[in-house]
């Protein structure tokens, strides 16, 4: 259960810019997601933040995150591509945040943030949403069907799994993207996908393992504006002649 986790969660969030902003080398800590936008923070959001540094402390400050322990105690922890952690507090508290200098925030996409706290004097850096290019309709449904072509190549050599990622997971990203339109999520159309298509439709493009052609046919139904393309009628002839 983790009735109260919300309430724990932003109590957690305050200690750890209250540990941050007390520490001479830091710049900025600046919440993204859920964490940024309260309204849509949950007994189920993670803590989403960025720890904004001058140039030379990032390595020192990354090494020292250990030291969070002392707000309460860490169930575990990871360091990815040098500057992402993951950590788990013993009270189910999850953070998900990095340790950047300020001019990375223009080097990889991001939704809107805000900030928590900024150094006085500091001049901050923006931190509007930096979202990846959105692909048009002609280029979520050539992907869809180049991933729907190798999936089934994949499944015709007894590669299952192969085959289930290239479809159930990629090929279906692209096609959902097509369904929500608009309103899909600018880094991932599985987010919040509950809201924006029907179950039936979750559960066609994704059925589950061993069932990749079920999964292709679906979604060649959600594609069938591609019908007369020469890709689409291999995908198809791939699901005629096993």
């Known amino acids: 259960m983790r009735d109260g986790m919300r309430e724990r969660s932003l109590q957690r969030m ?16 600046v919440a993204f997601g859920s964490n940024a936008i309260r309204a849509r923070f949950d007994n189920s959001s993670d803590l989403d933040f960025l720890v904004l540094a001058e140039p030379q402390a990032k390595a020192e400050l990354l090494s020292q ?19 992402a ?4 507090f013993s009270d189910g508290v999850y953070c998900d945040f990095g340790i950047v200098m300020p001019d990375q925030l223009a080097t990889f996409p991001h939704g809107a943030g805000a900030y928590l706290w900024r150094k006085d004097g500091w001049e901050p850096v923006s931190v509007c949403a930096s979202e990846p290019p959105a692909l048009t309709m002609d280029e979520l449904t050539l992907d869809a069907l180049f991933h729907l072509y190798v999936g089934l190549l994949r499944c015709a ?5 192969a085959a289930f990622y290239e479809v159930q997971v990629t090929a ?16 991932s159309p599985l987010r919040r996908a509950e809201k924006l298509v029907s179950g039936e439709v979750l559960q066609a493009v994704m059925p589950g393992y061993g069932y990749t052609e079920k999964a292709v046919e679906a979604m060649l139904t959600y594609l069938s504006h591609a019908a007369e393309l020469p890709l689409y009628k291999a995908v198809q002839s791939l699901l005629k002649n096993p």
């Open 85 to 88: 952690v993951n950590l788990l």
């Open 157 to 161: 050599r007894g590669e299952e799994a």
């Open 14 to 29: 305050d200690e750890i810019v209250n540990y941050y902003s007390s520490l001479h080398n830091v710049l900025a800590v």
């Open 172 to 187: 279906a990203q692209k096609v959902l993207s097509i369904l929500e339109g608009k309103k899909a999520d600018a880094f």
């Open 65 to 83: 995150v250990s030291r969070l322990e002392a707000l309460c105690p860490i169930d575990a922890m990871q360091i990815q591509y040098g500057d």
